[in-house]
C-alpha cells in the first residue's frame, strides 16, 4: 500500500463549487505539506503543518483552507472554486529525524470550468 | 528574496551523460535536494546534499557548493526512461523547501 495517499485522484467541478481534496499518510511523520503544480511554474506552496495543531499558510494560501484532522490526515479545502485554480494537486509529508526529505502523494488533478 | 534557478529543458542522447545545473538563494541554508519527476507522477527523491562535494549513487550523482550557490545533477549512462523533469529544491532556515520550475529532460535514441 501507497504510504502517502490522495482522494479523489482526478475531480472535474464548477466555478463556485465547494471542494476538498483529503491526503492520508502512514509513515508516520509529524509534518505535512499541500502544494499545486502548474505548468512551467514548479510546485508552489499552499498550507503546511508542523503537528496537529499547527497550521501554516504557504506562498499561495489565498482562496483555500485546511484542517489537520489527526497526525495522518490533512485536508485541502476550496471554499469557492475558480478557474485558475486548475492545477495538479500534491500532498507531501516530512520528518525532520529524515532530513526533512518529502515524500509525495499521487496527486489530484483538479479542473474547475 | 529566494530563488532557485535552473535550466527550462535539456536534451541528451541515449547512452550519454548530462549535467543539470541549479542556482539557488535562500534565506539560510540546510541542504539541496534534486527530485524525480515523469509527467503527471509524483516527485520521487534522488539526491541531497549539505556539505561540499560530489555524492555518487549509481548512474546518478550531485554536487554541492555552499559558496557559490550551486549545485548540479549528473546523470550517466542516460536510458529512455531517465526522461523526466529534474527539479532542484533548497532548503531554509525554517527547514522549508524552495523549488525551482523543473528541468525537462528529454532522451534522444
Known amino acids: 500500500d501507497a504510504d502517502v495517499t490522495q482522494t479523489p485522484r482526478n475531480r472535474i467541478t464548477k466555478t463556485g463549487k465547494r471542494i476538498m481534496l483529503e491526503c492520508s499518510q502512514t509513515k508516520g511523520h509529524d509534518r505535512m505539506y499541500w502544494y499545486r503544480q502548474d505548468p512551467g511554474l514548479g510546485l508552489r506552496l499552499i498550507y503546511y503543518?508542523?503537528?496537529?495543531?499547527?497550521?501554516n499558510k504557504g506562498e499561495i494560501s489565498d482562496g483555500y483552507s485546511v484542517s489537520r484532522q489527526a497526525q495522518a490526515k490533512f485536508s485541502l479545502s476550496l471554499e469557492s472554486a475558480i478557474p485558475n485554480q486548475t492545477a495538479l494537486y500534491f500532498c507531501?509529508?516530512?520528518?525532520?529525524?529524515?532530513?526533512?526529505?518529502?515524500?509525495f502523494g499521487p496527486g489530484t488533478r483538479l479542473t474547475v470550468l | 528574496g529566494q530563488n532557485i534557478d535552473q535550466p527550462t529543458e535539456m536534451t541528451a542522447t541515449e547512452g550519454a551523460i548530462v549535467q543539470i545545473n541549479c542556482t539557488y538563494q535562500t534565506s539560510g541554508f540546510n541542504g539541496l535536494f534534486w527530485y524525480q519527476q515523469h509527467a503527471g507522477e509524483a516527485p520521487t527523491f534522488l539526491s541531497y546534499?549539505?556539505l561540499d562535494g560530489l555524492e555518487e549513487k549509481g548512474r546518478f550523482s550531485s554536487f554541492l557548493s555552499r559558496s557559490k550557490g550551486y549545485s548540479y545533477l549528473l546523470l550517466k549512462e542516460l536510458q529512455m526512461k531517465d526522461s523526466a523533469s529534474y527539479l532542484c529544491?533548497?532548503?531554509?532556515?525554517?527547514?522549508?523547501?524552495?523549488w525551482g520550475a523543473g528541468t525537462k529532460l528529454i532522451i534522444k535514441p
Open positions: 507531501a509529508t516530512s520528518d525532520l529525524r529524515e532530513v526533512n526529505e518529502q515524500f
Open positions: 546534499n549539505v
Open positions: 503543518s508542523f503537528d496537529v495543531k499547527d497550521i
Open positions: 529544491a533548497g532548503m531554509d532556515s525554517n527547514y522549508q523547501l524552495i
